[in-house]
């Protein structure tokens, strides 16, 4: 793993600055996609910027009558929302669906659509087995 | 097909000759108690010093920030009750209480846990008597090379705290009403802890005592 600097900004401006026009900083929030791939040698980064201090964990009511969901809100808080159980509740299953329960107490709502999944597991396994 | 005496790796035949030299598997082998174990800064490496406390006590490594929280609590705070199985977040046996939830430690970066409390299976105790959740695990003989035990009991603490908040899992009929500790629930939300001995029906039996104690 190369080695990276780490930084934890409490405000969402600072991290949007810290990564923009940067191709060698990423976010960082529940880790569990991102830190397996830093450890493959699939993502090479000098920069991690945690937002978790700096964004929001809760899940809100919106004014059109949705749900704001914070960037932060683990899978696990999520799927376990009474509102979310109840008006939404495929996307309680779906996320149930996904990994496992430590998993989901740690990835988050906005890490899940910022995953740089590898285009498919028989690539993954080359690069484990042969850093190619 | 390999023939007698080659191993097939990675699809490509080794000869073996003779019995496999173990012992390098005894060289290097460290004492863990903390304080043997001030890793020197590799060059290029970036460091930062991170507060854990760890089942009440406080520890401040500096750290290599590519440590993972499992590394920095076996190499570095020095006790390795969480065991490094895959490394990759699949089999559960890193499973601590990070924060009072169970999570998996080799997938979280110990540096973006600065700060954080740590539970690990033998900090459970609560002086000389057992947490329930261990002393079921005892009772109900749930443990057969014992591996995957302080996985499974911190995956169990946490897992049982969930069902208690009324946290859905993936077999739960009535995702809007609470859901019941049937076995179905247990082996499902335990699910993250893989037990290569085989002990999962004894893990279920103690998890369901625990759960209803």
Same mark, same amino acid.
């Given at each position: 793993m190369r080695p990276f600097t780490f930084v934890r900004p409490s405000a969402a401006d600072e991290a949007v600055r810290a990564?923009? *026009?940067?191709?060698? +900083?990423?976010?960082? +929030? *529940? /880790?569990?996609d991102l830190v397996d791939h830093l450890r493959l040698g699939v993502a090479r980064l000098a920069l991690v910027v945690d937002v978790r201090t700096a964004t929001s964990r809760e899940v809100t009511g919106a004014?059109? /009558?949705g749900l704001r969901i914070g960037v932060a809100a683990t899978n696990s808080e999520l799927a376990a929302d009474r509102r979310v159980r109840e008006h939404y509740p495929v996307? +309680?299953?779906a996320l149930l669906s996904g990994a496992r329960g430590q998993l989901r107490n740690m990835a988050t709502s906005g890490g899940n659509p910022l995953q740089r999944r590898v285009p498919c597991s028989r690539w993954e396994i080359r690069h484990t087995l042969f850093r190619t | 097909m390999a023939a007698a005496g080659q191993w097939l790796v990675?699809?490509? !035949?080794?000869?073996? %000759?003779?019995?496999p030299n173990l012992a390098h598997a005894h060289r290097g082998r460290r004492k863990v108690d903390g304080s043997s174990l001030r890793a020197e800064p590799v060059p290029g490496a970036v460091q930062a010093e991170v507060t854990l406390r760890v089942d009440g006590r406080t520890h401040q490594p500096t750290i290599d920030t590519r440590t993972s929280l499992l590394d920095a609590l076996r @190499?570095?705070?020095?006790? %390795? #009750?969480?065991k490094k199985g895959c490394d990759h977040g699949q089999c559960g046996a890193c499973t601590v209480l990070?924060?009072? @939830?169970?999570?998996? #430690?080799?997938?979280?970066? !110990?540096? !973006?846990?600065?700060g954080a409390e740590v539970r690990r299976a033998d900090g459970l105790t609560a002086g000389e008597a057992l947490h329930p959740v261990q002393q079921?695990? &005892?009772?109900?003989? !749930?443990v057969q090379c014992g591996y995957c035990a302080p996985g499974q &009991?911190? #995956?169990?603490?946490?897992?049982l705290q969930e069902a208690k908040r009324g946290w859905p899992s993936h077999v739960t009929a009535d995702l809007a009403g609470d859901p019941e500790l049937t076995d179905a629930e247990i082996a499902e939300r335990m699910s993250g802890n893989l037990c290569r001995c085989g002990a999962y029906m004894n893990i279920v039996s103690a998890v369901r005592s625990a759960g209803g104690a």
């Open positions: 990564v923009a *026009g940067d191709p060698e +900083a990423v976010f960082l +929030a *529940g /880790g569990t004014s059109n /009558g996307l +309680a299953q | 990675c699809g490509r !035949a080794r000869q073996v %000759t003779g019995r @190499e570095r705070v020095g006790n %390795t #009750s969480p990070l924060d009072r @939830e169970r999570v998996l #430690s080799c997938l979280a970066l !110990a540096v !973006a846990h600065d079921a695990f &005892i009772d109900h003989d !749930a &009991i911190c #995956s169990a603490v946490g897992m």
